[in-house]
C-alpha cells in the first residue's frame, strides 16, 4: 500500500518565477493538506482540499494556490517566488479531513 | 490563541537512559493531540495519537504519552532510548473545530549519546 508521495523531491526556482508542487494521498484518503516547514521550525499549515475545493486556509498570501483533481490527487502552486518562500513543502492525506494525517516526503524548494 | 509549545529546542540523552520531550497547547475546543518524529530530511512519521478515553497513549517504537487536561499537556515518554530515536519530534494539536488544520510546536531536536 503506497503511501503519501510527493514529486519533485528537490526544486531551485529563482525569484518572481511560479514553481507547482504535486502530491499523491494515501490510497483511500480523500482529503489533502499542505504545510511549509521552514528550516528550524516546525510545519504551518497552508491549505486543505476535501472534494475538489479549498476547505480551510491558514495565513498565506494568495501568492500561495492549489487544486484537487478528481483522483484525490493534489497540486500546490506558489507565484512570484520570494527568497522567504525557501522551505521544505509537506503533503499530508486523511479520511475526510477528520481522521489521522499521513504526511509525505516533501519537495525541498530553494528560491535563490 | 491556539498554540503548542515545545520548551525544550534541544535535548541530549545517553542511549539507554529514560526520556521525556514535553508539550503544553492552549486550545478552545476539544483538543486531538499527536507526536510525530522527523529524521533529518525526511517528512513526518506519526508516533502517536489522542482523540479521547484513556489518557495515557501507546504508540510505535515504544513510545507512549500522556494527557493531562488540568496541565494541558500531552508529553512524549520512552523508557529506554536507542540510538535511532535521534531525530525531531513534533507536537501538534488539531481538532473538531479545525478538521485538518494542525498547529505545530517548533519541535525538539532529541541527541543520543552512546
Known amino acids: 500500500d503506497a503511501g503519501v508521495t510527493q514529486s519533485p523531491t528537490h526544486l531551485i526556482k529563482t525569484r518572481g518565477q511560479q514553481v507547482t508542487l504535486r502530491c499523491s494521498p494515501k490510497?483511500?484518503?480523500?482529503?489533502v493538506s499542505w504545510y511549509q516547514q521552514a528550516l528550524g521550525q516546525g510545519p504551518q499549515f497552508i491549505f486543505q482540499y476535501y472534494e475538489e475545493e479549498e476547505r480551510q486556509r491558514g495565513n498565506f498570501p494568495d501568492r500561495f494556490s492549489g487544486h484537487q483533481f478528481p483522483n484525490y490527487s493534489s497540486e500546490l502552486n506558489v507565484n512570484a517566488l520570494l527568497l522567504g518562500d525557501s522551505a521544505l513543502y509537506l503533503c499530508?492525506?486523511?479520511?475526510?479531513?477528520?481522521?489521522?494525517?499521513?504526511f509525505g516526503p516533501g519537495t525541498r524548494l530553494l528560491v535563490l | 490563541a491556539q498554540s503548542v509549545t515545545q520548551p525544550d529546542i534541544h535535548i541530549t540523552v545517553s542511549e539507554g537512559a529514560s526520556l521525556e520531550l514535553r508539550c503544553n497547547y492552549s486550545?478552545?475546543?476539544?483538543?486531538?493531540l499527536f507526536w510525530y518524529v522527523q529524521s533529518p530530511g525526511q517528512g513526518l512519521q506519526l508516533l502517536l495519537k489522542y482523540f479521547s478515553g484513556d489518557t495515557l497513549v501507546q504508540g510505535i517504537k515504544g513510545f507512549e504519552a500522556e494527557f493531562k487536561r488540568s496541565q494541558s499537556s500531552f508529553n512524549l515518554r520512552k523508557p529506554s532510548v536507542h540510538w535511532s530515536d535521534a531525530a525531531e519530534y513534533f507536537c501538534?494539536?488539531?481538532?473538531?473545530?479545525?478538521?485538518?488544520?494542525?498547529?505545530f510546536g517548533q519541535g525538539t531536536t532529541l541527541q543520543v549519546k552512546p
Open positions: 499530508a492525506s486523511s479520511l475526510n479531513g477528520y481522521e489521522t494525517q499521513y
Open positions: 501538534a494539536v488539531g481538532g473538531s473545530g479545525n478538521t485538518g488544520k494542525l498547529i
Open positions: 490510497s483511500g484518503h480523500d482529503t
Open positions: 486550545y478552545g475546543a476539544t483538543p486531538y
